[in-house]
């Protein structure tokens, strides 16, 4: 594990939650540094298999020499996918949704304004054609506005768009330098790391299609989850904490429960911790990275013939 590329973020917690069978098979569909990864495979007998995901080339740079281990490089959304034609369910499946410190550490990435000449890149996966350059020369202002208010929630979003489309208009934006030059007057005086950071999390949630393949992920876990299997989820802002934790209680995106003539909610999982774990004070005074993390535990429901089809 390289842990320059980023730090597993509650390692101990992810691991205690998935609660492994040594001879089970399990997933890790955000495999980065392969920290969690590889604290799996600790786990796992020689009959045991973790299969992982990432659809960042640089990822497969971290890959352990250990045949119980299979790569895949594609987006988590398509992972149920690969299970199916394997031919297999998992025991339990993890997703660290966090962007990994080699993602902003990377100033050829663009992920981060601290690197103030960095390209508007910003892809998760670098063979895809659409960039933040590509968004932010493309999209109308309309368009922008509406990515600056859903992904960032940025008050004066309408007048950061105009901006832009002001800017280049003159010239394209092409550098993090251009974007925040184009913003301008957008940026609060006493705030401006704040907002920088939110409007770069909104370029880049739009650039990756981030929460339409959180969505296409959690919907795809039941079937590719074998019974009283685990899901261990962590999230990093409200906009993926929510479909998350709407989908263990009720089994669907929008939070909407439906219920058996008992009362009892239908739906393909219960939450183990009722409540949402969080670093502990000793983990967020070594890695700081971590302070926005929540993390959630599901355990897959036995369910009957009747209640998998009123799923």
């Known amino acids: 594990m390289d842990t320059n590329y980023h730090i597993p973020v509650m390692l101990q917690e ?13 997933v890790d569909v955000t ?7 590889k604290a799996i495979l600790q ?9 992982a995901f990432d659809q960042d080339a640089d ?19 398509y992972f149920a996918n690969f299970l199916q034609l394997e031919g297999v369910k998992a025991d339990g499946i993890l997703a660290d949704l966090g962007v990994s410190s080699h993602h902003f550490d990377d100033e ?24 933040a350059a590509s968004l932010l020369n493309t999209y109308s202002p309309e368009q922008l506005k509406n990515v600056f208010l859903e992904y960032g929630e ?3 979003a309408w007048k950061l768009a105009q901006n832009i489309a002001s800017y280049r208009a003159k010239k394209p934006l092409a550098t993090t330098a251009d974007l925040i030059e184009a913003a301008g007057n957008c940026i609060p005086v006493h705030s401006e790391n704040k907002y920088l950071a939110t409007l770069f999390q909104a370029i880049r949630i ?6 339409d393949a959180l969505e296409e992920f959690l919907l795809s876990t039941a079937d590719a989850m ?5 899901l261990v989820i962590m999230t990093y802002h409200s906009l993926e904490d929510r479909p998350v934790k709407n989908y263990i209680k009720a089994g669907n995106i929008q939070g909407i429960e439906q219920k058996d003539v008992y009362g009892n909610i239908i739906a393909p999982f219960t939450a183990v911790n009722r409540k949402v774990i969080t670093p502990s004070e000793q983990e967020l005074a070594l890695n700081s990275r971590s302070r926005s993390a929540k993390l959630r535990i599901a355990q897959k429901n036995v369910l009957t013939t009747q209640q998998t089809t009123r799923l």
């Not at 992810?14 to 399990?26: H, K, V």
Request: glycine share 12%; hydrophobic share 30%.
């Open 31 to 37: 495999f980065g540094g392969g920290g969690h990864s």
């Open 108 to 131: 050829g990435r663009g992920f981060s304004f601290r690197f103030e000449n960095a390209p508007l890149d910003m892809r998760m996966n670098q063979n895809a054609d659409f960039s």
């Open 226 to 230: 074998a019974d009283n299997g685990r």
């Open 59 to 77: 990822a497969a740079k971290n890959l352990p020499n250990d045949k119980r281990i299979t790569l895949y490089q594609t987006n988590f959304k």
């Open 154 to 156: 940025i008050k004066n």
């Open 206 to 211: 739009e650039v990756n299609g981030e929460i």
């Open 14 to 26: 992810c691991i205690e939650g998935l609660n492994i069978n040594p001879d089970g098979i399990y």
């Open 43 to 51: 786990h796992l007998s020689n009959k045991g298999r973790l299969i």
